[in-house]
């Protein structure tokens, strides 16, 4: 009787201080991003979201940052960008991946420079592609630009 009692309690306590509560990995596909001097935006991305720990079936998603910041991470290299998405819920699972896609990044203030331009300025650059999921539980997450 004083085990069950013991039993309850912890689990009570684990239950309270939110260890058993779900935490949400996401990750941005594809991971390495390469820009030419052609293209006027990122395109084919999205948002892989993986639960792990606690007891969930939904994500809700407000919305989303998106980021291009230089290879350092510290300035930001075109203007953010919010996507309101308005609560929107994707079921989760336990252990099981789910892919969003998003729509294409424009790359404001690069498009059209001119090849010689963009050789001399952009090729060979690596910057981060930071994209931060305001939802349930707040998540972050990056890729690499590399400019070709």
Same mark, same amino acid.
């Given at each position: +009787?004083?085990?069950?009692? $013991? *039993?309850? *309690?912890?689990? *009570? ?6 260890? $058993?509560? !779900?935490? =949400?990995?996401?990750?941005?596909? !594809?991971?390495?991003? @390469?820009?030419?001097? %052609? +293209? ?21 998603? @407000? %919305?989303? *940052?998106?980021?291009?910041?230089? %290879?350092?991470?510290? &300035? ?14 994707? !079921? ?7 892919? =969003? ?15 010689? $331009? ?6 060979? &650059?690596?910057?981060?592609? &930071? ?8 998540? #972050?997450? #990056?890729? @690499?630009? =590399?400019? %070709?």
């Amino acid at each position: +009787m004083k085990r069950i009692r $013991l *039993l309850s *309690l912890v689990l *009570l306590v684990v239950l309270l201080t939110g260890c $058993l509560s !779900p935490r =949400i990995d996401v990750t941005i596909d !594809p991971d390495t991003i @390469k820009v030419t001097s %052609e +293209m006027t935006a990122i395109e084919g991305v999205s948002l892989k979201f993986k639960m792990r720990g606690g007891i969930s079936f939904s994500y809700t998603l @407000k %919305e989303v *940052l998106v980021t291009l910041k230089d %290879e350092d991470g510290g &300035e930001e290299r075109i203007t953010p960008k919010t996507v309101d998405l308005e609560n929107k819920k994707i !079921p989760v699972f336990f252990g099981v991946s789910r892919a =969003i896609a998003i729509d294409p990044i424009s790359l404001d203030g690069i498009e059209g420079i001119g090849a010689d $331009l963009y050789d001399q300025l952009l090729k060979g &650059e690596k910057w981060t592609l &930071e994209i931060v999921v305001v939802g349930t539980k707040d998540s #972050t997450a #990056t890729a @690499k630009v =590399i400019f %070709e």
